[in-house]
């Protein structure tokens, strides 16, 4: 069992910047592959991006790819975004995950329970 808690969403200017924290617990972090996901209102959640156990391989959705950085700290036990440049289309609960496939195709069964990101225009 992994517990997930994220935080640092909250309301930006497209153009901004946010960082978003994911402080997992239990079961040992490094163990496993970590994910962001997101979800705006009326669609269905998506992958964000992906890093593997060690932090030394990322993949990202397209759409976020050259705006936001994914890391992590095993030592804090703690998965990061450091998302740049936002637009108004990156408005959505975003969430965390443990052991998602690399491409994020299949997520893992463990999420936390999301942080709002809102970006005004």
């Known amino acids: 069992q992994v517990q997930l808690v994220e935080s640092g969403g909250g309301l930006v200017q497209a153009g901004g910047s946010l960082r978003l924290s994911c402080a997992a617990s239990g079961r040992t972090f490094s163990r496993y592959a970590m994910g962001w996901f997101r979800q705006a209102p009326g669609k269905e959640r998506e992958f964000v991006a992906t890093?593997?156990?060690?932090?030394?391989?990322?993949y990202y959705a397209d759409s976020v790819k050259g705006r936001f950085t994914i890391s992590r700290d095993n030592t804090k036990a703690t998965l990061y975004l450091q998302m740049n440049s936002l637009k108004p289309e990156d408005t959505a609960v975003y969430y965390c995950?443990?052991?998602?496939?690399?491409?994020?195709?299949?997520?893992?069964?463990?999420w936390g329970q999301g942080t709002q990101v809102t970006v005004s225009s």
């Open positions: 995950n443990a052991d998602p496939s690399r491409d994020g195709t299949r997520p893992g069964a463990y």
């Open positions: 890093i593997n156990w060690s932090g030394g391989s990322t």
